[in-house]
């Protein structure tokens, strides 16, 4: 079996570098054959994703845009396991957002519907806390 992690960032953040380094680390160590595609620009964000052949477990770390929804679903088709990893209620932002702008309220509200579709789609959640986590479960039951 072959895990692959999706990071939304490189590790200089410590979400990717605890939420995913940390685990990956750990599974190598145990003898798993794991792999990690830290996104090096906008392009390769996306492009990494050609990779999902590679795995059968595909770990996303928060990252739930309408791109990573379509590649979920073809992994679904091809009967790979989906995990998101959610550090942050990603499907509630607009209630806690302030900013203005009619661009950034378009961009919350396609995250958020793309949060709960993503969601839906996968096999497992991952949420770092009880809150979270009792949100998550309306969208999916393994959490």
Known sequence: ?????????????????IRVGNIHNELVRK??????????????YFTRYFNILKGDVLHF????????????FIAKLLKKKNIIDLDMDIYNM???????????????KIIEKSAKIA??????????????????????KNV
Do not use: W
Not at 31 to 44: A, C, D, R, T
Not at 126 to 131: A, E, L, P, S, T
């Open 61 to 72: 770390q928060k990252t739930v845009d309408p791109i990573t929804i379509f590649v979920m």
């Open 31 to 44: 003898g798993y054959n794991s792999e990690v595609f830290i996104p090096k620009n906008k392009v390769h």
């Open 1 to 17: 079996m072959k895990i692959l992690f999706f990071p939304f960032a490189d590790f200089k953040i410590g979400g990717p570098r």
């Open 119 to 140: 969601s839906k789609l996968a096999d497992i959640l991952i949420v770092d806390n009880h809150k979270l986590m009792n949100i998550s479960k309306k969208y999916n």
């Open 94 to 108: 607009s209630s806690y957002t302030f900013d203005v702008n009619p661009l950034t309220k378009i961009k919350i």
